[in-house]
């Protein structure tokens, strides 16, 4: 990798020579340098003189956000809020970016803006140029991202984190643009990037307790479309001489993982001596077509399991973990294995020089050289009362959006018959890597074969793919004759995919020997985001098609109190899961797996759960008729222990618990006051401090033992 020195440190660069800079309808960059992008990633190494604004600063939740962020140390210099001026915690307030760019000379900017309103909120970010864009907001729309990503992809300023992350932290010069819970995380040398906001607070406070502390930590967040991928992260932790180890924290969906491991075995090849790298893999017993709590925890067809994901990571030389408590032990493991001095890393960073963290742009202050967190209070966030889910629309249903899409292709028809092993594979979808729509088409069906054939070709989403890329689509295929027909029939699908805001149109076609094209609508996969209704009230008539009387009822009653619950089905599964957060929850239920138990449910609480959704969900598991013992596991980042010990309590005296024992670990925030009041209740509780002993008490309780 070449580095080049910049005006704000280190800029790094995948290749020696700068790549040209790409062109779209909308490029907002006015700089001339020829580069991309991917050379934003400098823009990630942020520090005690980060310069940092909010927009949507007077807002409830972005003004306790910075209040938090400023007693930590990090170094906000205002915001902006629309139409308003003044003054706001006694910082500079402007009415527009334009203002605050010119004034206040941003590094960065945390975009606290409810969901409907974000996508355009990051684009004038874009516009301004700010060099780092922080989005935390859950439910944006995928299209209004892919909108946004689009135009990232024409620019080379701008580097945005998110959304539905919990941002980016440097605990070396105590820079939080995000809503981490600050009272985990420890100046130290280890780097990690995450997709689980909750799994990355395990990893955080296992590698405190280890005394390793963190360098850098950046929530790559678990929607379709990311900003910021694993890769990213890693360049930039090879490159920063604070970081001695990597962790990576992954889950099923997507192909960052296997990006990341390629990444992985050329950085191997080209150092001597590589900075050792931890990981781990949520969702391995994901169940297969549903999304796991996040947006985009879901495999799309011919994509890799969290388990194949897990294995190629391995192969490519990171150490595996199966439960982020393990990351301390792990790391300070693999770090003497690599002939570093663990005792020097081990040793009190703030006390240190710390290299780029503490390089000031703009002069230095010498009061806030000193500080340490003393916070004890969770971080607030923005809360929303649905989770993000897929509409998944049946074929039978989907006729009607499709035809007039399609009545006017000369030379296709629509069949209601079963598509034939020898058909062909065409769709419209997402390609997580370049962030953007693709085409994907394979010259076969077949599940054995479709991941080596079939092929992405993504396109700007602002715009309908070009006529020689849908060319390239068809001629993959290889169509044994006229090609004309499944031209338009892509370009159609590209239309409706635009138009109605799919996540995946596909399906299989036949081609006759004279060039007509059968589109097998029993094949069909028709998928649809529901954050456009949820958060911007358009495609109602889409949205309208959802058939709830044809799903599991517990799950859609969960849905009702922000609680995402999944039903799984293995007939000899019997422990009851209750999670605060998407990626814990998944990998609580591999966790258990491991331990020789089976988890009748995922249930996910949401980042912020409450007594009341923590009532609610043990009212949903105990209908389960399979259920012997409910695991509770709760990561007290967000959440605060004693609050989820009070909802515990809280069930127990209003739910009938069917003489059911609970287990119950609780760690992070206020974690012995938790464990304190279940302790002390005088009921059928068990509470434990470590993960593995919990799980080994539960599935001994699972297996008939007391």
Same mark, same amino acid.
């Given at each position: ?24 309808? *909308? ?361 993000? *889910? ?274 119950? *670990? ?41």
């Amino acid at each position: 990798m070449a580095a080049l020195r910049g005006r704000s440190g280190w800029l790094l660069c995948s290749n020696p020579r700068l790549s040209p800079q790409p062109t779209g309808p *909308r490029s907002f960059s006015t700089t001339l340098a020829r580069a991309s992008y991917d050379d934003t990633v400098h823009n990630l190494r942020i520090g005690k003189h980060t310069r940092v604004i909010y927009q949507g600063f007077t807002g409830r939740v972005a003004t306790g956000n910075a209040k938090d962020s400023i007693a930590y140390g990090t170094n906000i210099v205002g915001g902006v809020t629309p139409g308003k001026e003044g003054e706001h915690l006694g910082l500079p307030l402007l009415p527009d970016l334009r203002k605050a760019k010119e004034q206040l000379k941003p590094d960065a900017t945390a975009v606290f803006v409810a969901a409907p309103q974000c996508g355009k909120a990051i684009e004038e970010a874009i516009e301004a140029e700010i060099p780092l864009i922080v989005a935390v907001a859950e439910h944006i729309p995928l299209h209004d991202i892919m909108r946004v990503t689009s135009i990232l992809k024409t620019q080379s300023k701008s580097r945005l984190v998110g959304a539905n992350a919990p941002g980016i932290i440097a605990p070396i010069g105590y820079c939080r643009i995000g809503f981490q819970p600050l009272p985990t995380f420890r100046p130290g040398h280890i780097g990690i990037v995450a997709k689980s906001g909750t799994l990355s607070y395990e990893a955080v406070a296992s590698i405190s307790r280890a005394e390793l502390g963190q360098s850098l930590c950046i929530g790559m967040g678990g929607d379709i479309v990311a900003g910021t991928n694993i890769v990213d992260g890693l360049k930039v932790f090879e490159a920063d001489p604070e970081t001695h180890g990597m962790v990576i924290v992954g889950e099923v969906g997507g192909r960052a993982e296997e990006d990341a491991a390629e990444w992985i075995k050329d950085y191997h090849r080209r150092e001597k001596n590589p900075k050792p790298i931890a990981a781990l893999v949520g969702g391995m017993n994901a169940k297969p077509g549903r999304i796991m709590g996040h947006a985009g925890a879901w495999a799309a067809r011919g994509e890799h399991s969290a388990a194949e994901k897990y294995k190629i990571l391995q192969d490519a030389g990171a150490t595996m973990v199966d439960h982020p408590e393990n990351f301390g032990a792990v790391m300070k493991e693999i770090l003497a294995k690599s002939g570093r001095d663990v005792s020097k890393i081990t040793g009190n960073p703030a006390d240190q020089k710390r290299g780029y963290h503490t390089m000031s742009r703009r002069g230095m202050s010498s009061s806030s050289a000193a500080f340490r967190p003393t916070l004890s209070t969770p971080s607030r966030r923005p809360q929303h009362h649905q989770h993000q *889910r897929g509409l998944v629309i049946r074929p039978s249903q989907g006729h009607a959006i499709l035809e007039p899409y399609l009545e006017n292709i000369k030379g296709l028809t629509l069949s209601t018959d079963e598509a034939p092993a020898d058909a062909f594979y065409v769709g419209i979808t997402v390609d997580r890597t370049e962030r953007q729509p693709c085409i994907r088409t394979s010259p076969t069906t077949d599940v054995s074969t479709f991941r080596e054939t079939a092929k992405r070709f993504p396109y700007d989403q602002r715009e309908l793919p070009p006529d020689t890329l849908i060319q390239s689509a068809v001629q993959h295929i290889n169509p044994p004759a006229g090609a004309e027909p499944l031209a338009n029939l892509i370009r159609s699908l590209a239309k409706m995919y635009k138009d109605k805001e799919a996540t995946t149109l596909s399906g299989s076609v036949t081609i006759s020997p004279d060039g007509k094209v059968t589109l097998h609508a029993n094949s069909m996969n028709l998928a649809f985001d529901d954050s456009a209704f949820r958060s911007g009230k358009r495609q109602a008539e889409i949205h309208n098609l959802r058939r709830k009387d044809r799903e599991q009822p517990e799950e859609v009653e969960a849905e009702k109190d922000g609680i995402v619950y999944v039903r799984m089905d293995e007939p000899d599964a019997n422990i009851g899961t209750l999670v605060n957060g998407a990626g814990l929850a998944m990998n609580t239920v591999d966790a258990l797996r491991l331990h020789g138990g089976k988890a009748l449910n995922f249930l996910d609480t949401g980042g912020k759960a409450t007594s009341e959704t923590v009532k609610k969900s043990f009212e949903l598991i105990l209908r389960d008729e399979r259920v012997k013992v409910i695991f509770v596991n709760i990561f007290g980042g967000l959440t605060d222990g004693g609050m989820i010990a009070d909802g515990i309590l809280l069930a127990f005296k209003e739910v009938d618990m069917k003489n059911v024992p609970v287990v119950v *670990r609780i760690r992070g925030t206020n974690e012995e006051v938790g464990q304190k009041k279940i302790a002390e209740s005088g009921l059928d509780l068990e509470a434990f401090d470590k993960f593995d002993d919990a799980a080994k008490r539960v599935v001994e309780i699972a297996r008939g033992g007391k």
